[in-house]
Protein backbone atom coordinates (compact mmCIF):
# COMPACT_ATOMS: atom_id res chain seq x y z
CA UNK A 1 0.00 0.00 0.00
CA UNK A 2 1.33 3.72 -0.87
CA UNK A 3 0.55 6.15 1.40
CA UNK A 4 -0.07 9.48 0.03
CA UNK A 5 0.75 12.75 1.33
CA UNK A 6 0.82 16.59 0.64
CA UNK A 7 3.84 17.40 -1.65
CA UNK A 8 3.46 21.16 -0.04
CA UNK A 9 2.47 21.22 3.72
CA UNK A 10 3.20 17.21 4.63
CA UNK A 11 -0.68 16.34 5.69
CA UNK A 12 -1.37 12.83 5.05
CA UNK A 13 -4.49 12.73 1.94
CA UNK A 14 -6.89 10.20 1.40
CA UNK A 15 -7.37 8.66 -2.09
CA UNK A 16 -10.58 10.61 -2.65
CA UNK A 17 -8.62 13.83 -2.06
CA UNK A 18 -7.79 15.85 -5.24
CA UNK A 19 -6.33 18.44 -3.23
CA UNK A 20 -4.56 18.88 -0.23
CA UNK A 21 -7.82 19.63 2.98
CA UNK A 22 -5.44 21.86 4.76
CA UNK A 23 -3.50 24.23 2.08
CA UNK A 24 -4.93 23.26 -0.94
CA UNK A 25 -1.85 21.97 -2.95
CA UNK A 26 -2.82 19.67 -5.51
CA UNK A 27 0.94 18.35 -5.19
CA UNK A 28 1.51 14.54 -4.00
CA UNK A 29 3.92 12.68 -2.43
CA UNK A 30 3.56 8.83 -2.44
CA UNK A 31 5.63 6.97 0.07
CA UNK A 32 5.72 3.23 -1.19
CA UNK A 33 5.29 0.48 1.95
CA UNK A 34 5.79 -2.75 2.45
CA UNK A 35 6.28 -5.46 -0.78
CA UNK A 36 6.72 -2.17 -3.40
CA UNK A 37 10.10 -0.77 -5.06
CA UNK A 38 10.84 2.47 -3.83
CA UNK A 39 13.19 4.83 -6.34
CA UNK A 40 16.46 4.59 -6.68
CA UNK A 41 18.52 6.67 -7.96
CA UNK A 42 22.59 6.45 -9.36
CA UNK A 43 24.29 9.51 -10.32
CA UNK A 44 28.05 9.11 -12.19
CA UNK A 45 30.56 11.16 -12.55
CA UNK A 46 33.43 10.85 -15.03
CA UNK A 47 36.55 13.34 -14.87
CA UNK A 48 39.98 13.42 -16.36
CA UNK A 49 43.14 14.00 -14.30
CA UNK A 50 42.55 18.00 -14.84
CA UNK A 51 39.06 17.42 -12.73
CA UNK A 52 36.93 18.19 -16.07
CA UNK A 53 33.73 16.04 -15.60
CA UNK A 54 33.54 14.50 -18.68
CA UNK A 55 30.49 12.28 -18.72
CA UNK A 56 27.68 12.71 -16.01
CA UNK A 57 25.27 9.72 -16.01
CA UNK A 58 22.39 9.37 -13.97
CA UNK A 59 19.88 6.37 -13.48
CA UNK A 60 16.25 6.87 -11.83
CA UNK A 61 14.71 3.14 -11.13
CA UNK A 62 11.08 4.02 -10.39
CA UNK A 63 7.43 2.60 -11.02
CA UNK A 64 5.20 3.99 -14.30
CA UNK A 65 2.46 5.62 -12.73
CA UNK A 66 -0.34 3.99 -14.78
CA UNK A 67 0.44 0.04 -15.08
CA UNK A 68 2.61 0.19 -12.02
CA UNK A 69 5.56 -1.79 -14.24
CA UNK A 70 8.93 -1.30 -13.30
CA UNK A 71 10.48 1.78 -15.78
CA UNK A 72 14.26 2.99 -15.80
CA UNK A 73 15.14 6.51 -16.68
CA UNK A 74 18.89 7.33 -18.31
CA UNK A 75 20.00 10.36 -18.59
CA UNK A 76 23.46 11.15 -20.14
CA UNK A 77 25.67 13.97 -20.13
CA UNK A 78 29.15 13.36 -22.85
CA UNK A 79 31.47 15.92 -23.21
CA UNK A 80 34.87 13.88 -24.12
CA UNK A 81 34.47 15.55 -27.63
CA UNK A 82 35.52 19.01 -27.96
CA UNK A 83 33.15 20.57 -30.10
CA UNK A 84 29.97 19.75 -29.08
CA UNK A 85 27.83 18.38 -25.84
CA UNK A 86 25.95 15.23 -26.54
CA UNK A 87 23.08 14.48 -24.24
CA UNK A 88 20.98 11.21 -24.19
CA UNK A 89 18.04 10.83 -22.48
CA UNK A 90 16.22 7.33 -22.76
CA UNK A 91 13.05 5.41 -20.58
CA UNK A 92 12.59 1.92 -20.45
CA UNK A 93 9.88 0.13 -19.18
CA UNK A 94 9.27 -3.40 -18.47
CA UNK A 95 6.15 -5.13 -19.72
CA UNK A 96 4.46 -8.11 -18.36
CA UNK A 97 6.55 -10.69 -20.19
CA UNK A 98 9.73 -9.42 -17.97
CA UNK A 99 10.90 -7.81 -20.95
CA UNK A 100 12.54 -4.02 -20.85
CA UNK A 101 11.31 -2.06 -24.05
CA UNK A 102 12.41 1.33 -24.62
CA UNK A 103 9.90 4.11 -24.68
CA UNK A 104 11.35 7.49 -24.66
CA UNK A 105 14.53 8.52 -26.80
CA UNK A 106 15.93 11.32 -27.13
CA UNK A 107 19.52 12.94 -28.56
CA UNK A 108 20.53 15.89 -27.93
CA UNK A 109 23.69 17.84 -28.83
CA UNK A 110 25.28 21.60 -28.44
CA UNK A 111 28.02 23.10 -29.20
CA UNK A 112 30.67 22.93 -26.47
CA UNK A 113 31.04 25.78 -24.41
CA UNK A 114 33.58 25.02 -21.62
CA UNK A 115 36.44 22.96 -22.00
CA UNK A 116 39.75 21.98 -20.83
CA UNK A 117 42.88 23.86 -22.10
ZN1 LIG B 1 -1.15 20.66 2.07
Keep these: MADT ?8 LK ?3 KACPKCGS ?5 LVGDGGV ?8 AKDPSGFVERKLKLKLKRAGQTGQ ?6 EIDRT ?3 ETKKLHEVREQNE ?3 WEKVHCTEDSFPAKRRKK
Design 70 to 75: RAEERL
Design 97 to 99: EGK
Design 81 to 83: SNK
Design 15 to 17: VSD
Design 26 to 30: RDRNN
Design 5 to 12: FCGSCGVK
Design 38 to 45: GNEALKLK
